[in-house]
């Protein structure tokens, strides 16, 4: 049973990363603009914010000169943030950068061929249907979606285009990471028991905008197109600056933490979504007019549909005690596969003592550094944002260039979006949510569950 149980991990895996080539096969369409190696890459930015000016950014440019990419052109809704960044660009770049008011100026430009997308969180999916539809390739911030009707339309149009779209999953290109994939996509961890998924912070302030909420003015702005496709609500300066507080512009934790982390199970077993999930939570400490919880305990059951096997992974999530801080743990019977650590180790592993009185044989895993090797770093001298980022950035600029298929495509944002909608139906209701595998709708209390 261990053989076969291995065994199904690793195709697993493998079917996965096979089906992630095989729908990212570029079509004709996608090849009438071909660059060129020595061709400028021109880039187009998708919002201003401060993910993009502080990490996403300053980790393109540790490749933009030797891989002859430049910003040309940046959107934003808000005329003061518009400005600011594209101040902040030409000062970075020492190039001129034409100032959108909104991404149909932007699409408008001669010979656009990439975007980096780091608008608001629900706004993702429908800003990639607009950059792949309008010829570009995209670098797309996480959440991919928020809803199953918007990942299922961004995943139609980068299918259609075959256009290059990385996902800002950014675990995806890190060494520590890779290894543990192969760890245990290779059978050497054994069968998974379960998954601990933990993201805590203290931060009162976190997804607050209070300067910038006091100098956004409705007329500075375009408020209808900043909801595109949600609900109409009155103008509220909050909700367009703190949307991460406010459902359905945003999840919160889960969109913003747990959408990272549950994509490394996805990954690492080939599974594409979890069979169940079930949420406890609510607003314990920032009564601050918010929608989204501050303290939430999501359980989700993994394993192939219509079987027994399988494991639980639990995320947990608070932002008034930061102890426990950021990670990742896998558990087998044999020991647990750390990523704060960044070691496998025997620890919880099936001691002899234990197994013998069961007439069975210890199993205990050996010692392995998950992080032998080195990120490939930028050519030049110091590196901004973080390296992690910056490794993810590099791999979208290259296969822009090369047309491979990205460490973290677009199924990758699809896969980890069900989940994500998975968790808030249950949120949300209060029901155990599941997935419907052949209308690929999400289900909560026998109803589809849409907000």
Known sequence: MENTRRKFIKQSALLAAATYAGTLTSSAKSYSR????????????????????????????????????????????WSYRRDLGVAHVKSKTGADVKSCRNNDELYAMKDLDAVIISSSDFQHALHTVEAVRSGCDAYVEKPFAETMDDAKAALKAVKETGKIVQIGS?????????????????????????VDLVWNVNQPGRWR?????????????????FLMNRPYQEWDPRKYLEYRLFWPLSSGMPGQWMSHQIDTVHWFTGLQHPRSVVANGGIYTWKDGRK???????????????????????????????????GEVYYS?????????NKVSPKGGLKENEAKAMGMKANLLP?????????????GANMGGDPLTSAHMRNWMECVRNRKTPNAPVEAGYYHSIALMMTNAAVRTGAKATFDEEKQLVMANGKVFKY
């Open 34 to 77: 071909i660059i060129g190696a020595n061709d400028r890459v021109r880039v187009g930015v998708v919002a201003f914010s401060d993910r993009f000016k502080d990490t996403l950014f300053p980790c393109y440019l540790n490749h933009s000169k030797e891989l002859n990419f430049d910003v040309v052109g940046l959107s934003d809704l």
């Open 367 to 379: 010692e392995f550094d998950l992080s032998k090797t080195a990120l490939k770093a930028a050519t």
């Open 170 to 194: 950014q675990r995806r290109s890190g060494e520590n990471y890779i290894n543990a994939s192969r760890y245990i996509q290779d059978g050497k961890f054994g069968p998974l028991t379960a």
């Open 333 to 341: 019977n044999g020991g647990e596969l750390n990523l704060i650590t």
């Open 292 to 326: 989204n919880w501050d303290s939430m305990v999501a359980v989700f059951d993994y394993g192939q549909p219509g079987t027994t096997d399988g494991f639980q992974v639990t995320f947990t999530s608070r932002m008034q005690n930061s102890v426990g801080d950021v």
């Open 209 to 225: 905008r209070p300067e910038l909420v006091a100098r956004l003015k409705q007329e500075d702005t375009d408020w209808k197109r």
